[in-house]
Nanobody, 123 residues
């Protein structure tokens, strides 16, 4: 069974940067569409960014476009999310996930999830 493990979360001041990483136990990033989502207490899981299975096309939520960059390294079985110019409202638990689809921005279409990593942005 493929597992995803996130790392890189932490506390950062507004305007700062963090880089999240997602490591897979198998060669998932070349076989699945993958992405990042985030969730705050009492709210539904929110799409952040996705990268397509084959071509590496990227998709971003409007709220992070121009600030966040998603990337993957199929050889290393890793996917990263570079987050710059962080805002207080970026505070959330961030999850990496995989879908059998080429790409998706819908949480319900992902069936493999990591355990999440907390990102806290202080204002």
């Amino acid at each position: 069974q493929v597992q995803l493990v996130e790392s890189g979360g932490g506390l950062v001041q507004a305007g700062g940067s963090l880089r999240l990483s997602c490591a897979a136990s198998g060669r998932i990033f070349s076989s699945y569409g993958t992405g990042w989502f985030r969730q705050t207490p009492g709210k539904e899981r929110e799409f952040v960014a996705a990268i397509s299975r084959f071509d590496g096309w990227t998709y971003y939520a409007d709220s992070v476009k121009g600030r966040f960059t998603i990337s993957k390294d199929n050889a290393k079985n890793t996917m990263d999310l570079q987050m710059n110019s962080l805002k207080f409202e970026d505070t959330a638990v961030y999850y990496c996930a995989a879908t059998a689809l080429v790409a998706s921005m819908k949480a319900q279409e992902y069936n493999i999830w990591g355990q999440g990593t907390q990102v806290t942005v202080s204002s």
